[in-house]
């Protein structure tokens, strides 16, 4: 096992990927790695990408709240990242009366800038923890080891844990649990506000142009991070002040040419190259269609009312966003999916790995135990979405759900007063936060249809037992949509959650039978309770047992690779990465070739006044009219370059990731993957994958010339 580790990590770091796959872990970049950037036009020593001792690459790069990547470009502490990974930031910050989302808005000086409840991390070091890990797991049985694991985790992250200065290890499985490795990271909480283009600029396109190429979308904003004055991390106050990184990225507006070199930095959420057959028709036939459909159900609702009304729209702006977001990933992922047969290769591939494996005793039964785990799991599947996008998928029902664990304080043996203190107080806070989100009139819709359609959609056997048994004696026909219209608004009216004084009453002294004859939480707590009870266990063992089998098998596909593990990088798991690659032009489909850049001219292209997601600041338009670009104009083109194209492999994470050119000068930001190349987390396609960036130069054409934040222009000193 330690030998197969130790070649695991010597040959990953050997040999690269084709074409531009690859999501290479940068303090592991071995010579040939290496090399192959050399060649295809890297200009910057190994000391330069990644260095535990000198300041790097690797410290201007940052994780951006919760799922998002920035960068650092000036000497204090400014942080590009997307528009969409500030988003909620910019929505929470804006009101009706001054709309920061509709309207933009730049910090002409320090004090502008706005508070914000975001974090961003930057990455300290890096430990391969492996033998630790393996050592404290020796001798035990695979459902022993998941038990175990994360108090070994912890064992080994609490002796890196320092809180006065904001450090924390976290450790990430590479390989399917074949490696483990610690990153330590240091968590900045003061970081501010400083920029957004009107969501016009910023989300230009929407839905419509979101995954795709040409695209014309100005997704960045600006934030600061700040410290104490002695530069350590620290809560919000007046007294912090910019911090000055170890290292931030030069900016150029020297421009770009179809294949130059393109390097992106950043945070790949998740990738799953090794996919079975089995997953992928499990995703294709049940997971994807029945997400796809309950979100078309929701986004539909909540639309109806954002287009009405400018508070609805910035209350829901964020979560529609996000919904929209993988909705339309999940329903091109499995259209990609089909299109390249990807199931069909995979068949072939098991095919003859089951031919190596015949001789060879631990893999032997490999694919029928793969066949049984999904047989096993397939019938409850549709169940564990319906649930999850279905009914938790009304903001209502999600939030009584979250009642439960009061519900368990109240009922639990044993319980101290303070127990349920803490729990009616938790509860108390989240309600707040629920009320000011919550919707009532999109929610209504979204509870009538989702409860409906988990009564027609999932088998009758898998129902919470006696609740639409109920619901029918008390509505009516279940077969009629007005039953469960009806249904909804009663609910609405009743429960106690949606009135401040019903609330406030239960509150104050919780106790368990009136929760539990709560109209809503009676409902919702019947379904999370079936599902808890009957179908988590099976769910679990599922997961476990597809783990295990997917840690022997990536053993497995190793050993049967002449160069074993060569052109092998780890699935994506949030851990840094770095890709490298060009920027490149392609042919989506027969007769269409699509260029490596779109410019302003398009932008008007696609310009319709008043539109929900292609209308303009009336600025922009004119001075594109006039061509008014100032420094940031394409000599070639003769225009301003909005957009560009690479061949690098990233995925969701990613976004707001710098990419630089052969010196590391920052020339974009990457905001999203291409839609011929939508399955690429389970299948990159080297022909066709495409990460779409804005270009920097835009970036700072939208500050500078409609922002007029020349502050900021001065402060990050572009490189002409
Ligand atoms: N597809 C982009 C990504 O996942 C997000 C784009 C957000 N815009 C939108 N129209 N929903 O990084």
Redesign the pocket.
Same mark, same amino acid.
């Given at each position: 096992m330690k030998k197969l580790i130790l070649s695991l990590f010597l040959l990953a770091s050997l040999f690269s990927a084709r074409a531009d796959e690859g999501m290479w872990l940068p303090m592991l970049l071995g010579k040939q790695v290496y090399n192959d950037m050399v060649k295809r036009g890297l200009k910057l020593s190994k000391e330069q990408l990644y260095s535990i001792n000198k300041a790097s690459i690797k410290d201007a790069i940052v994780i951006f709240g919760r799922g998002c990547t920035g960068e650092i470009v000036s000497n204090q502490g400014l942080i590009f990242t997307?528009h969409?990974c500030g988003y909620e930031a910019i929505a929470a910050a804006s009101s009706v009366k001054n709309n920061y989302l509709r309207d933009g808005f730049y910090a002409y000086n320090k004090d502008q800038e706005i508070k914000s409840e975001l974090t961003v991390q930057f990455l300290e070091q890096i430990v391969d923890v492996t033998k630790q890990v393996e050592d404290s797991l020796k001798g035990l049985k695979w459902d022993d080891r998941v038990k175990k694991l994360q108090k070994v985790y912890k064992s080994i992250t609490d002796k890196v844990e320092d809180k006065e200065n904001g450090i924390a290890g976290r450790i990430y499985s590479m390989f399917k649990d074949n490696q483990y490795i610690m990153f330590v990271y240091k968590t900045y909480k003061d970081i501010r506000l400083v920029g957004t283009p009107p969501e016009s600029i910023g989300?230009f396109?929407?839905?419509t142009?979101?995954?795709e190429w040409p695209r014309h979308t100005g997704?960045f904003s600006i934030f600061r991070v700040y410290a104490s004055k002695d530069g350590k991390p620290t809560e919000y106050s007046n007294e912090n002040v910019p911090l000055t990184p170890k290292h931030f990225l030069p900016v150029s507006i020297k421009g770009i040419k179809d294949g130059d070199y393109a390097m992106i930095y950043g945070y790949p959420g998740g990738t799953n190259r090794y996919e079975t057959s089995y997953g992928i028709k499990l995703k294709n036939e049940v997971e994807n269609p029945a997400l796809v459909a309950l979100r078309d159900m929701r986004l539909k609702y909540m639309h109806e009312q954002m287009i009405k009304d400018p508070a609805v729209k910035l209350k829901l702006a964020s979560d529609y966003?996000g919904i929209?977001?993988y909705w339309k990933?999940f329903d091109g992922e499995t259209k990609q999916l089909i299109k390249y047969n990807v199931y069909d290769q995979k068949k072939q591939y098991e095919t003859e790995f089951a031919t190596w494996a015949k001789s060879r005793i631990g893999f032997k039964d490999i694919f029928t135990e793969y066949e049984k785990n999904y047989a096993n799991w397939t019938p409850y599947s549709k169940h564990r979405q319906y649930l999850r996008e279905g009914i938790l998928g009304s903001p209502l029902s999600a939030f009584a759900s979250s009642l439960i664990a009061l519900e368990t304080a109240l009922t639990k043996p044993g319980a101290t007063a303070e127990d349920i203190k803490k729990a009616a107080d938790a509860a108390n806070n989240a309600h707040k936060n629920f009320m000011n989100a919550e919707d009532l009139p999109s929610d209504k819709n979204i509870l009538a249809a989702v409860a409906k359609a988990f009564y027609n959609d999932i088998d009758k056997s898998q129902h919470p037992v006696g609740v639409y048994e109920k619901l029918s004696a008390a509505y009516g026909d279940l077969n009629d949509e007005n039953t469960f219209k009806k249904w909804a608004l009663d609910v609405f009216s009743k429960t106690m959650i949606l009135s401040d004084d019903k609330w406030n009453a239960f509150i104050a002294n919780p106790d368990s039978a009136s929760l539990q004859s709560d109209a809503m939480f009676n409902f919702t707590a019947a379904f999370v309770k079936n599902y808890n009870n009957k179908y988590m266990p099976l769910y679990t063992a599922f997961v476990n047992k597809n783990n295990e089998l997917g840690r022997l098998y990536l053993k497995g596909i190793i050993e049967r690779r002449p160069d074993g593990a060569a052109k092998m990088y780890p699935d994506a798991n949030f851990s840094m990465r770095v890709s490298f690659g060009n920027v490149k032009s392609y042919k989506p489909k027969d007769a269409v070739n699509y260029d490596f850049v779109t410019t302003a001219s398009g932008i008007l292209e696609k310009y319709v006044p008043g539109d929900y997601e292609f209308d303009l600041p009336s600025k922009e338009v004119e001075l594109i009219k006039n061509k008014d670009f100032g420094d940031y104009i394409d000599k070639n083109k003769n225009d301003l370059v909005v957009a560009f194209i690479t061949t690098n492999d990233i995925t %969701?994470g990613n976004?707001g990731s710098p990419v630089m050119d052969a010196n590391g000068n920052l020339i974009g930001l990457a905001?999203? %993957?291409n839609y011929e190349a939508l399955s690429h987390k389970i299948a990159f396609d080297a022909e066709l994958n495409r990460t779409i960036c804005v270009d920097v130069r835009y970036v700072l054409w939208c500050i500078d010339k409609l922002g007029g934040a020349t502050n900021l222009i001065d402060e990050i000193k572009p490189i002409k």
């Open positions: 997307n969409h989300k396109g929407g839905d142009d979101n995954w997704d966003a929209a977001n990933f %969701g976004s905001f999203d %993957g």
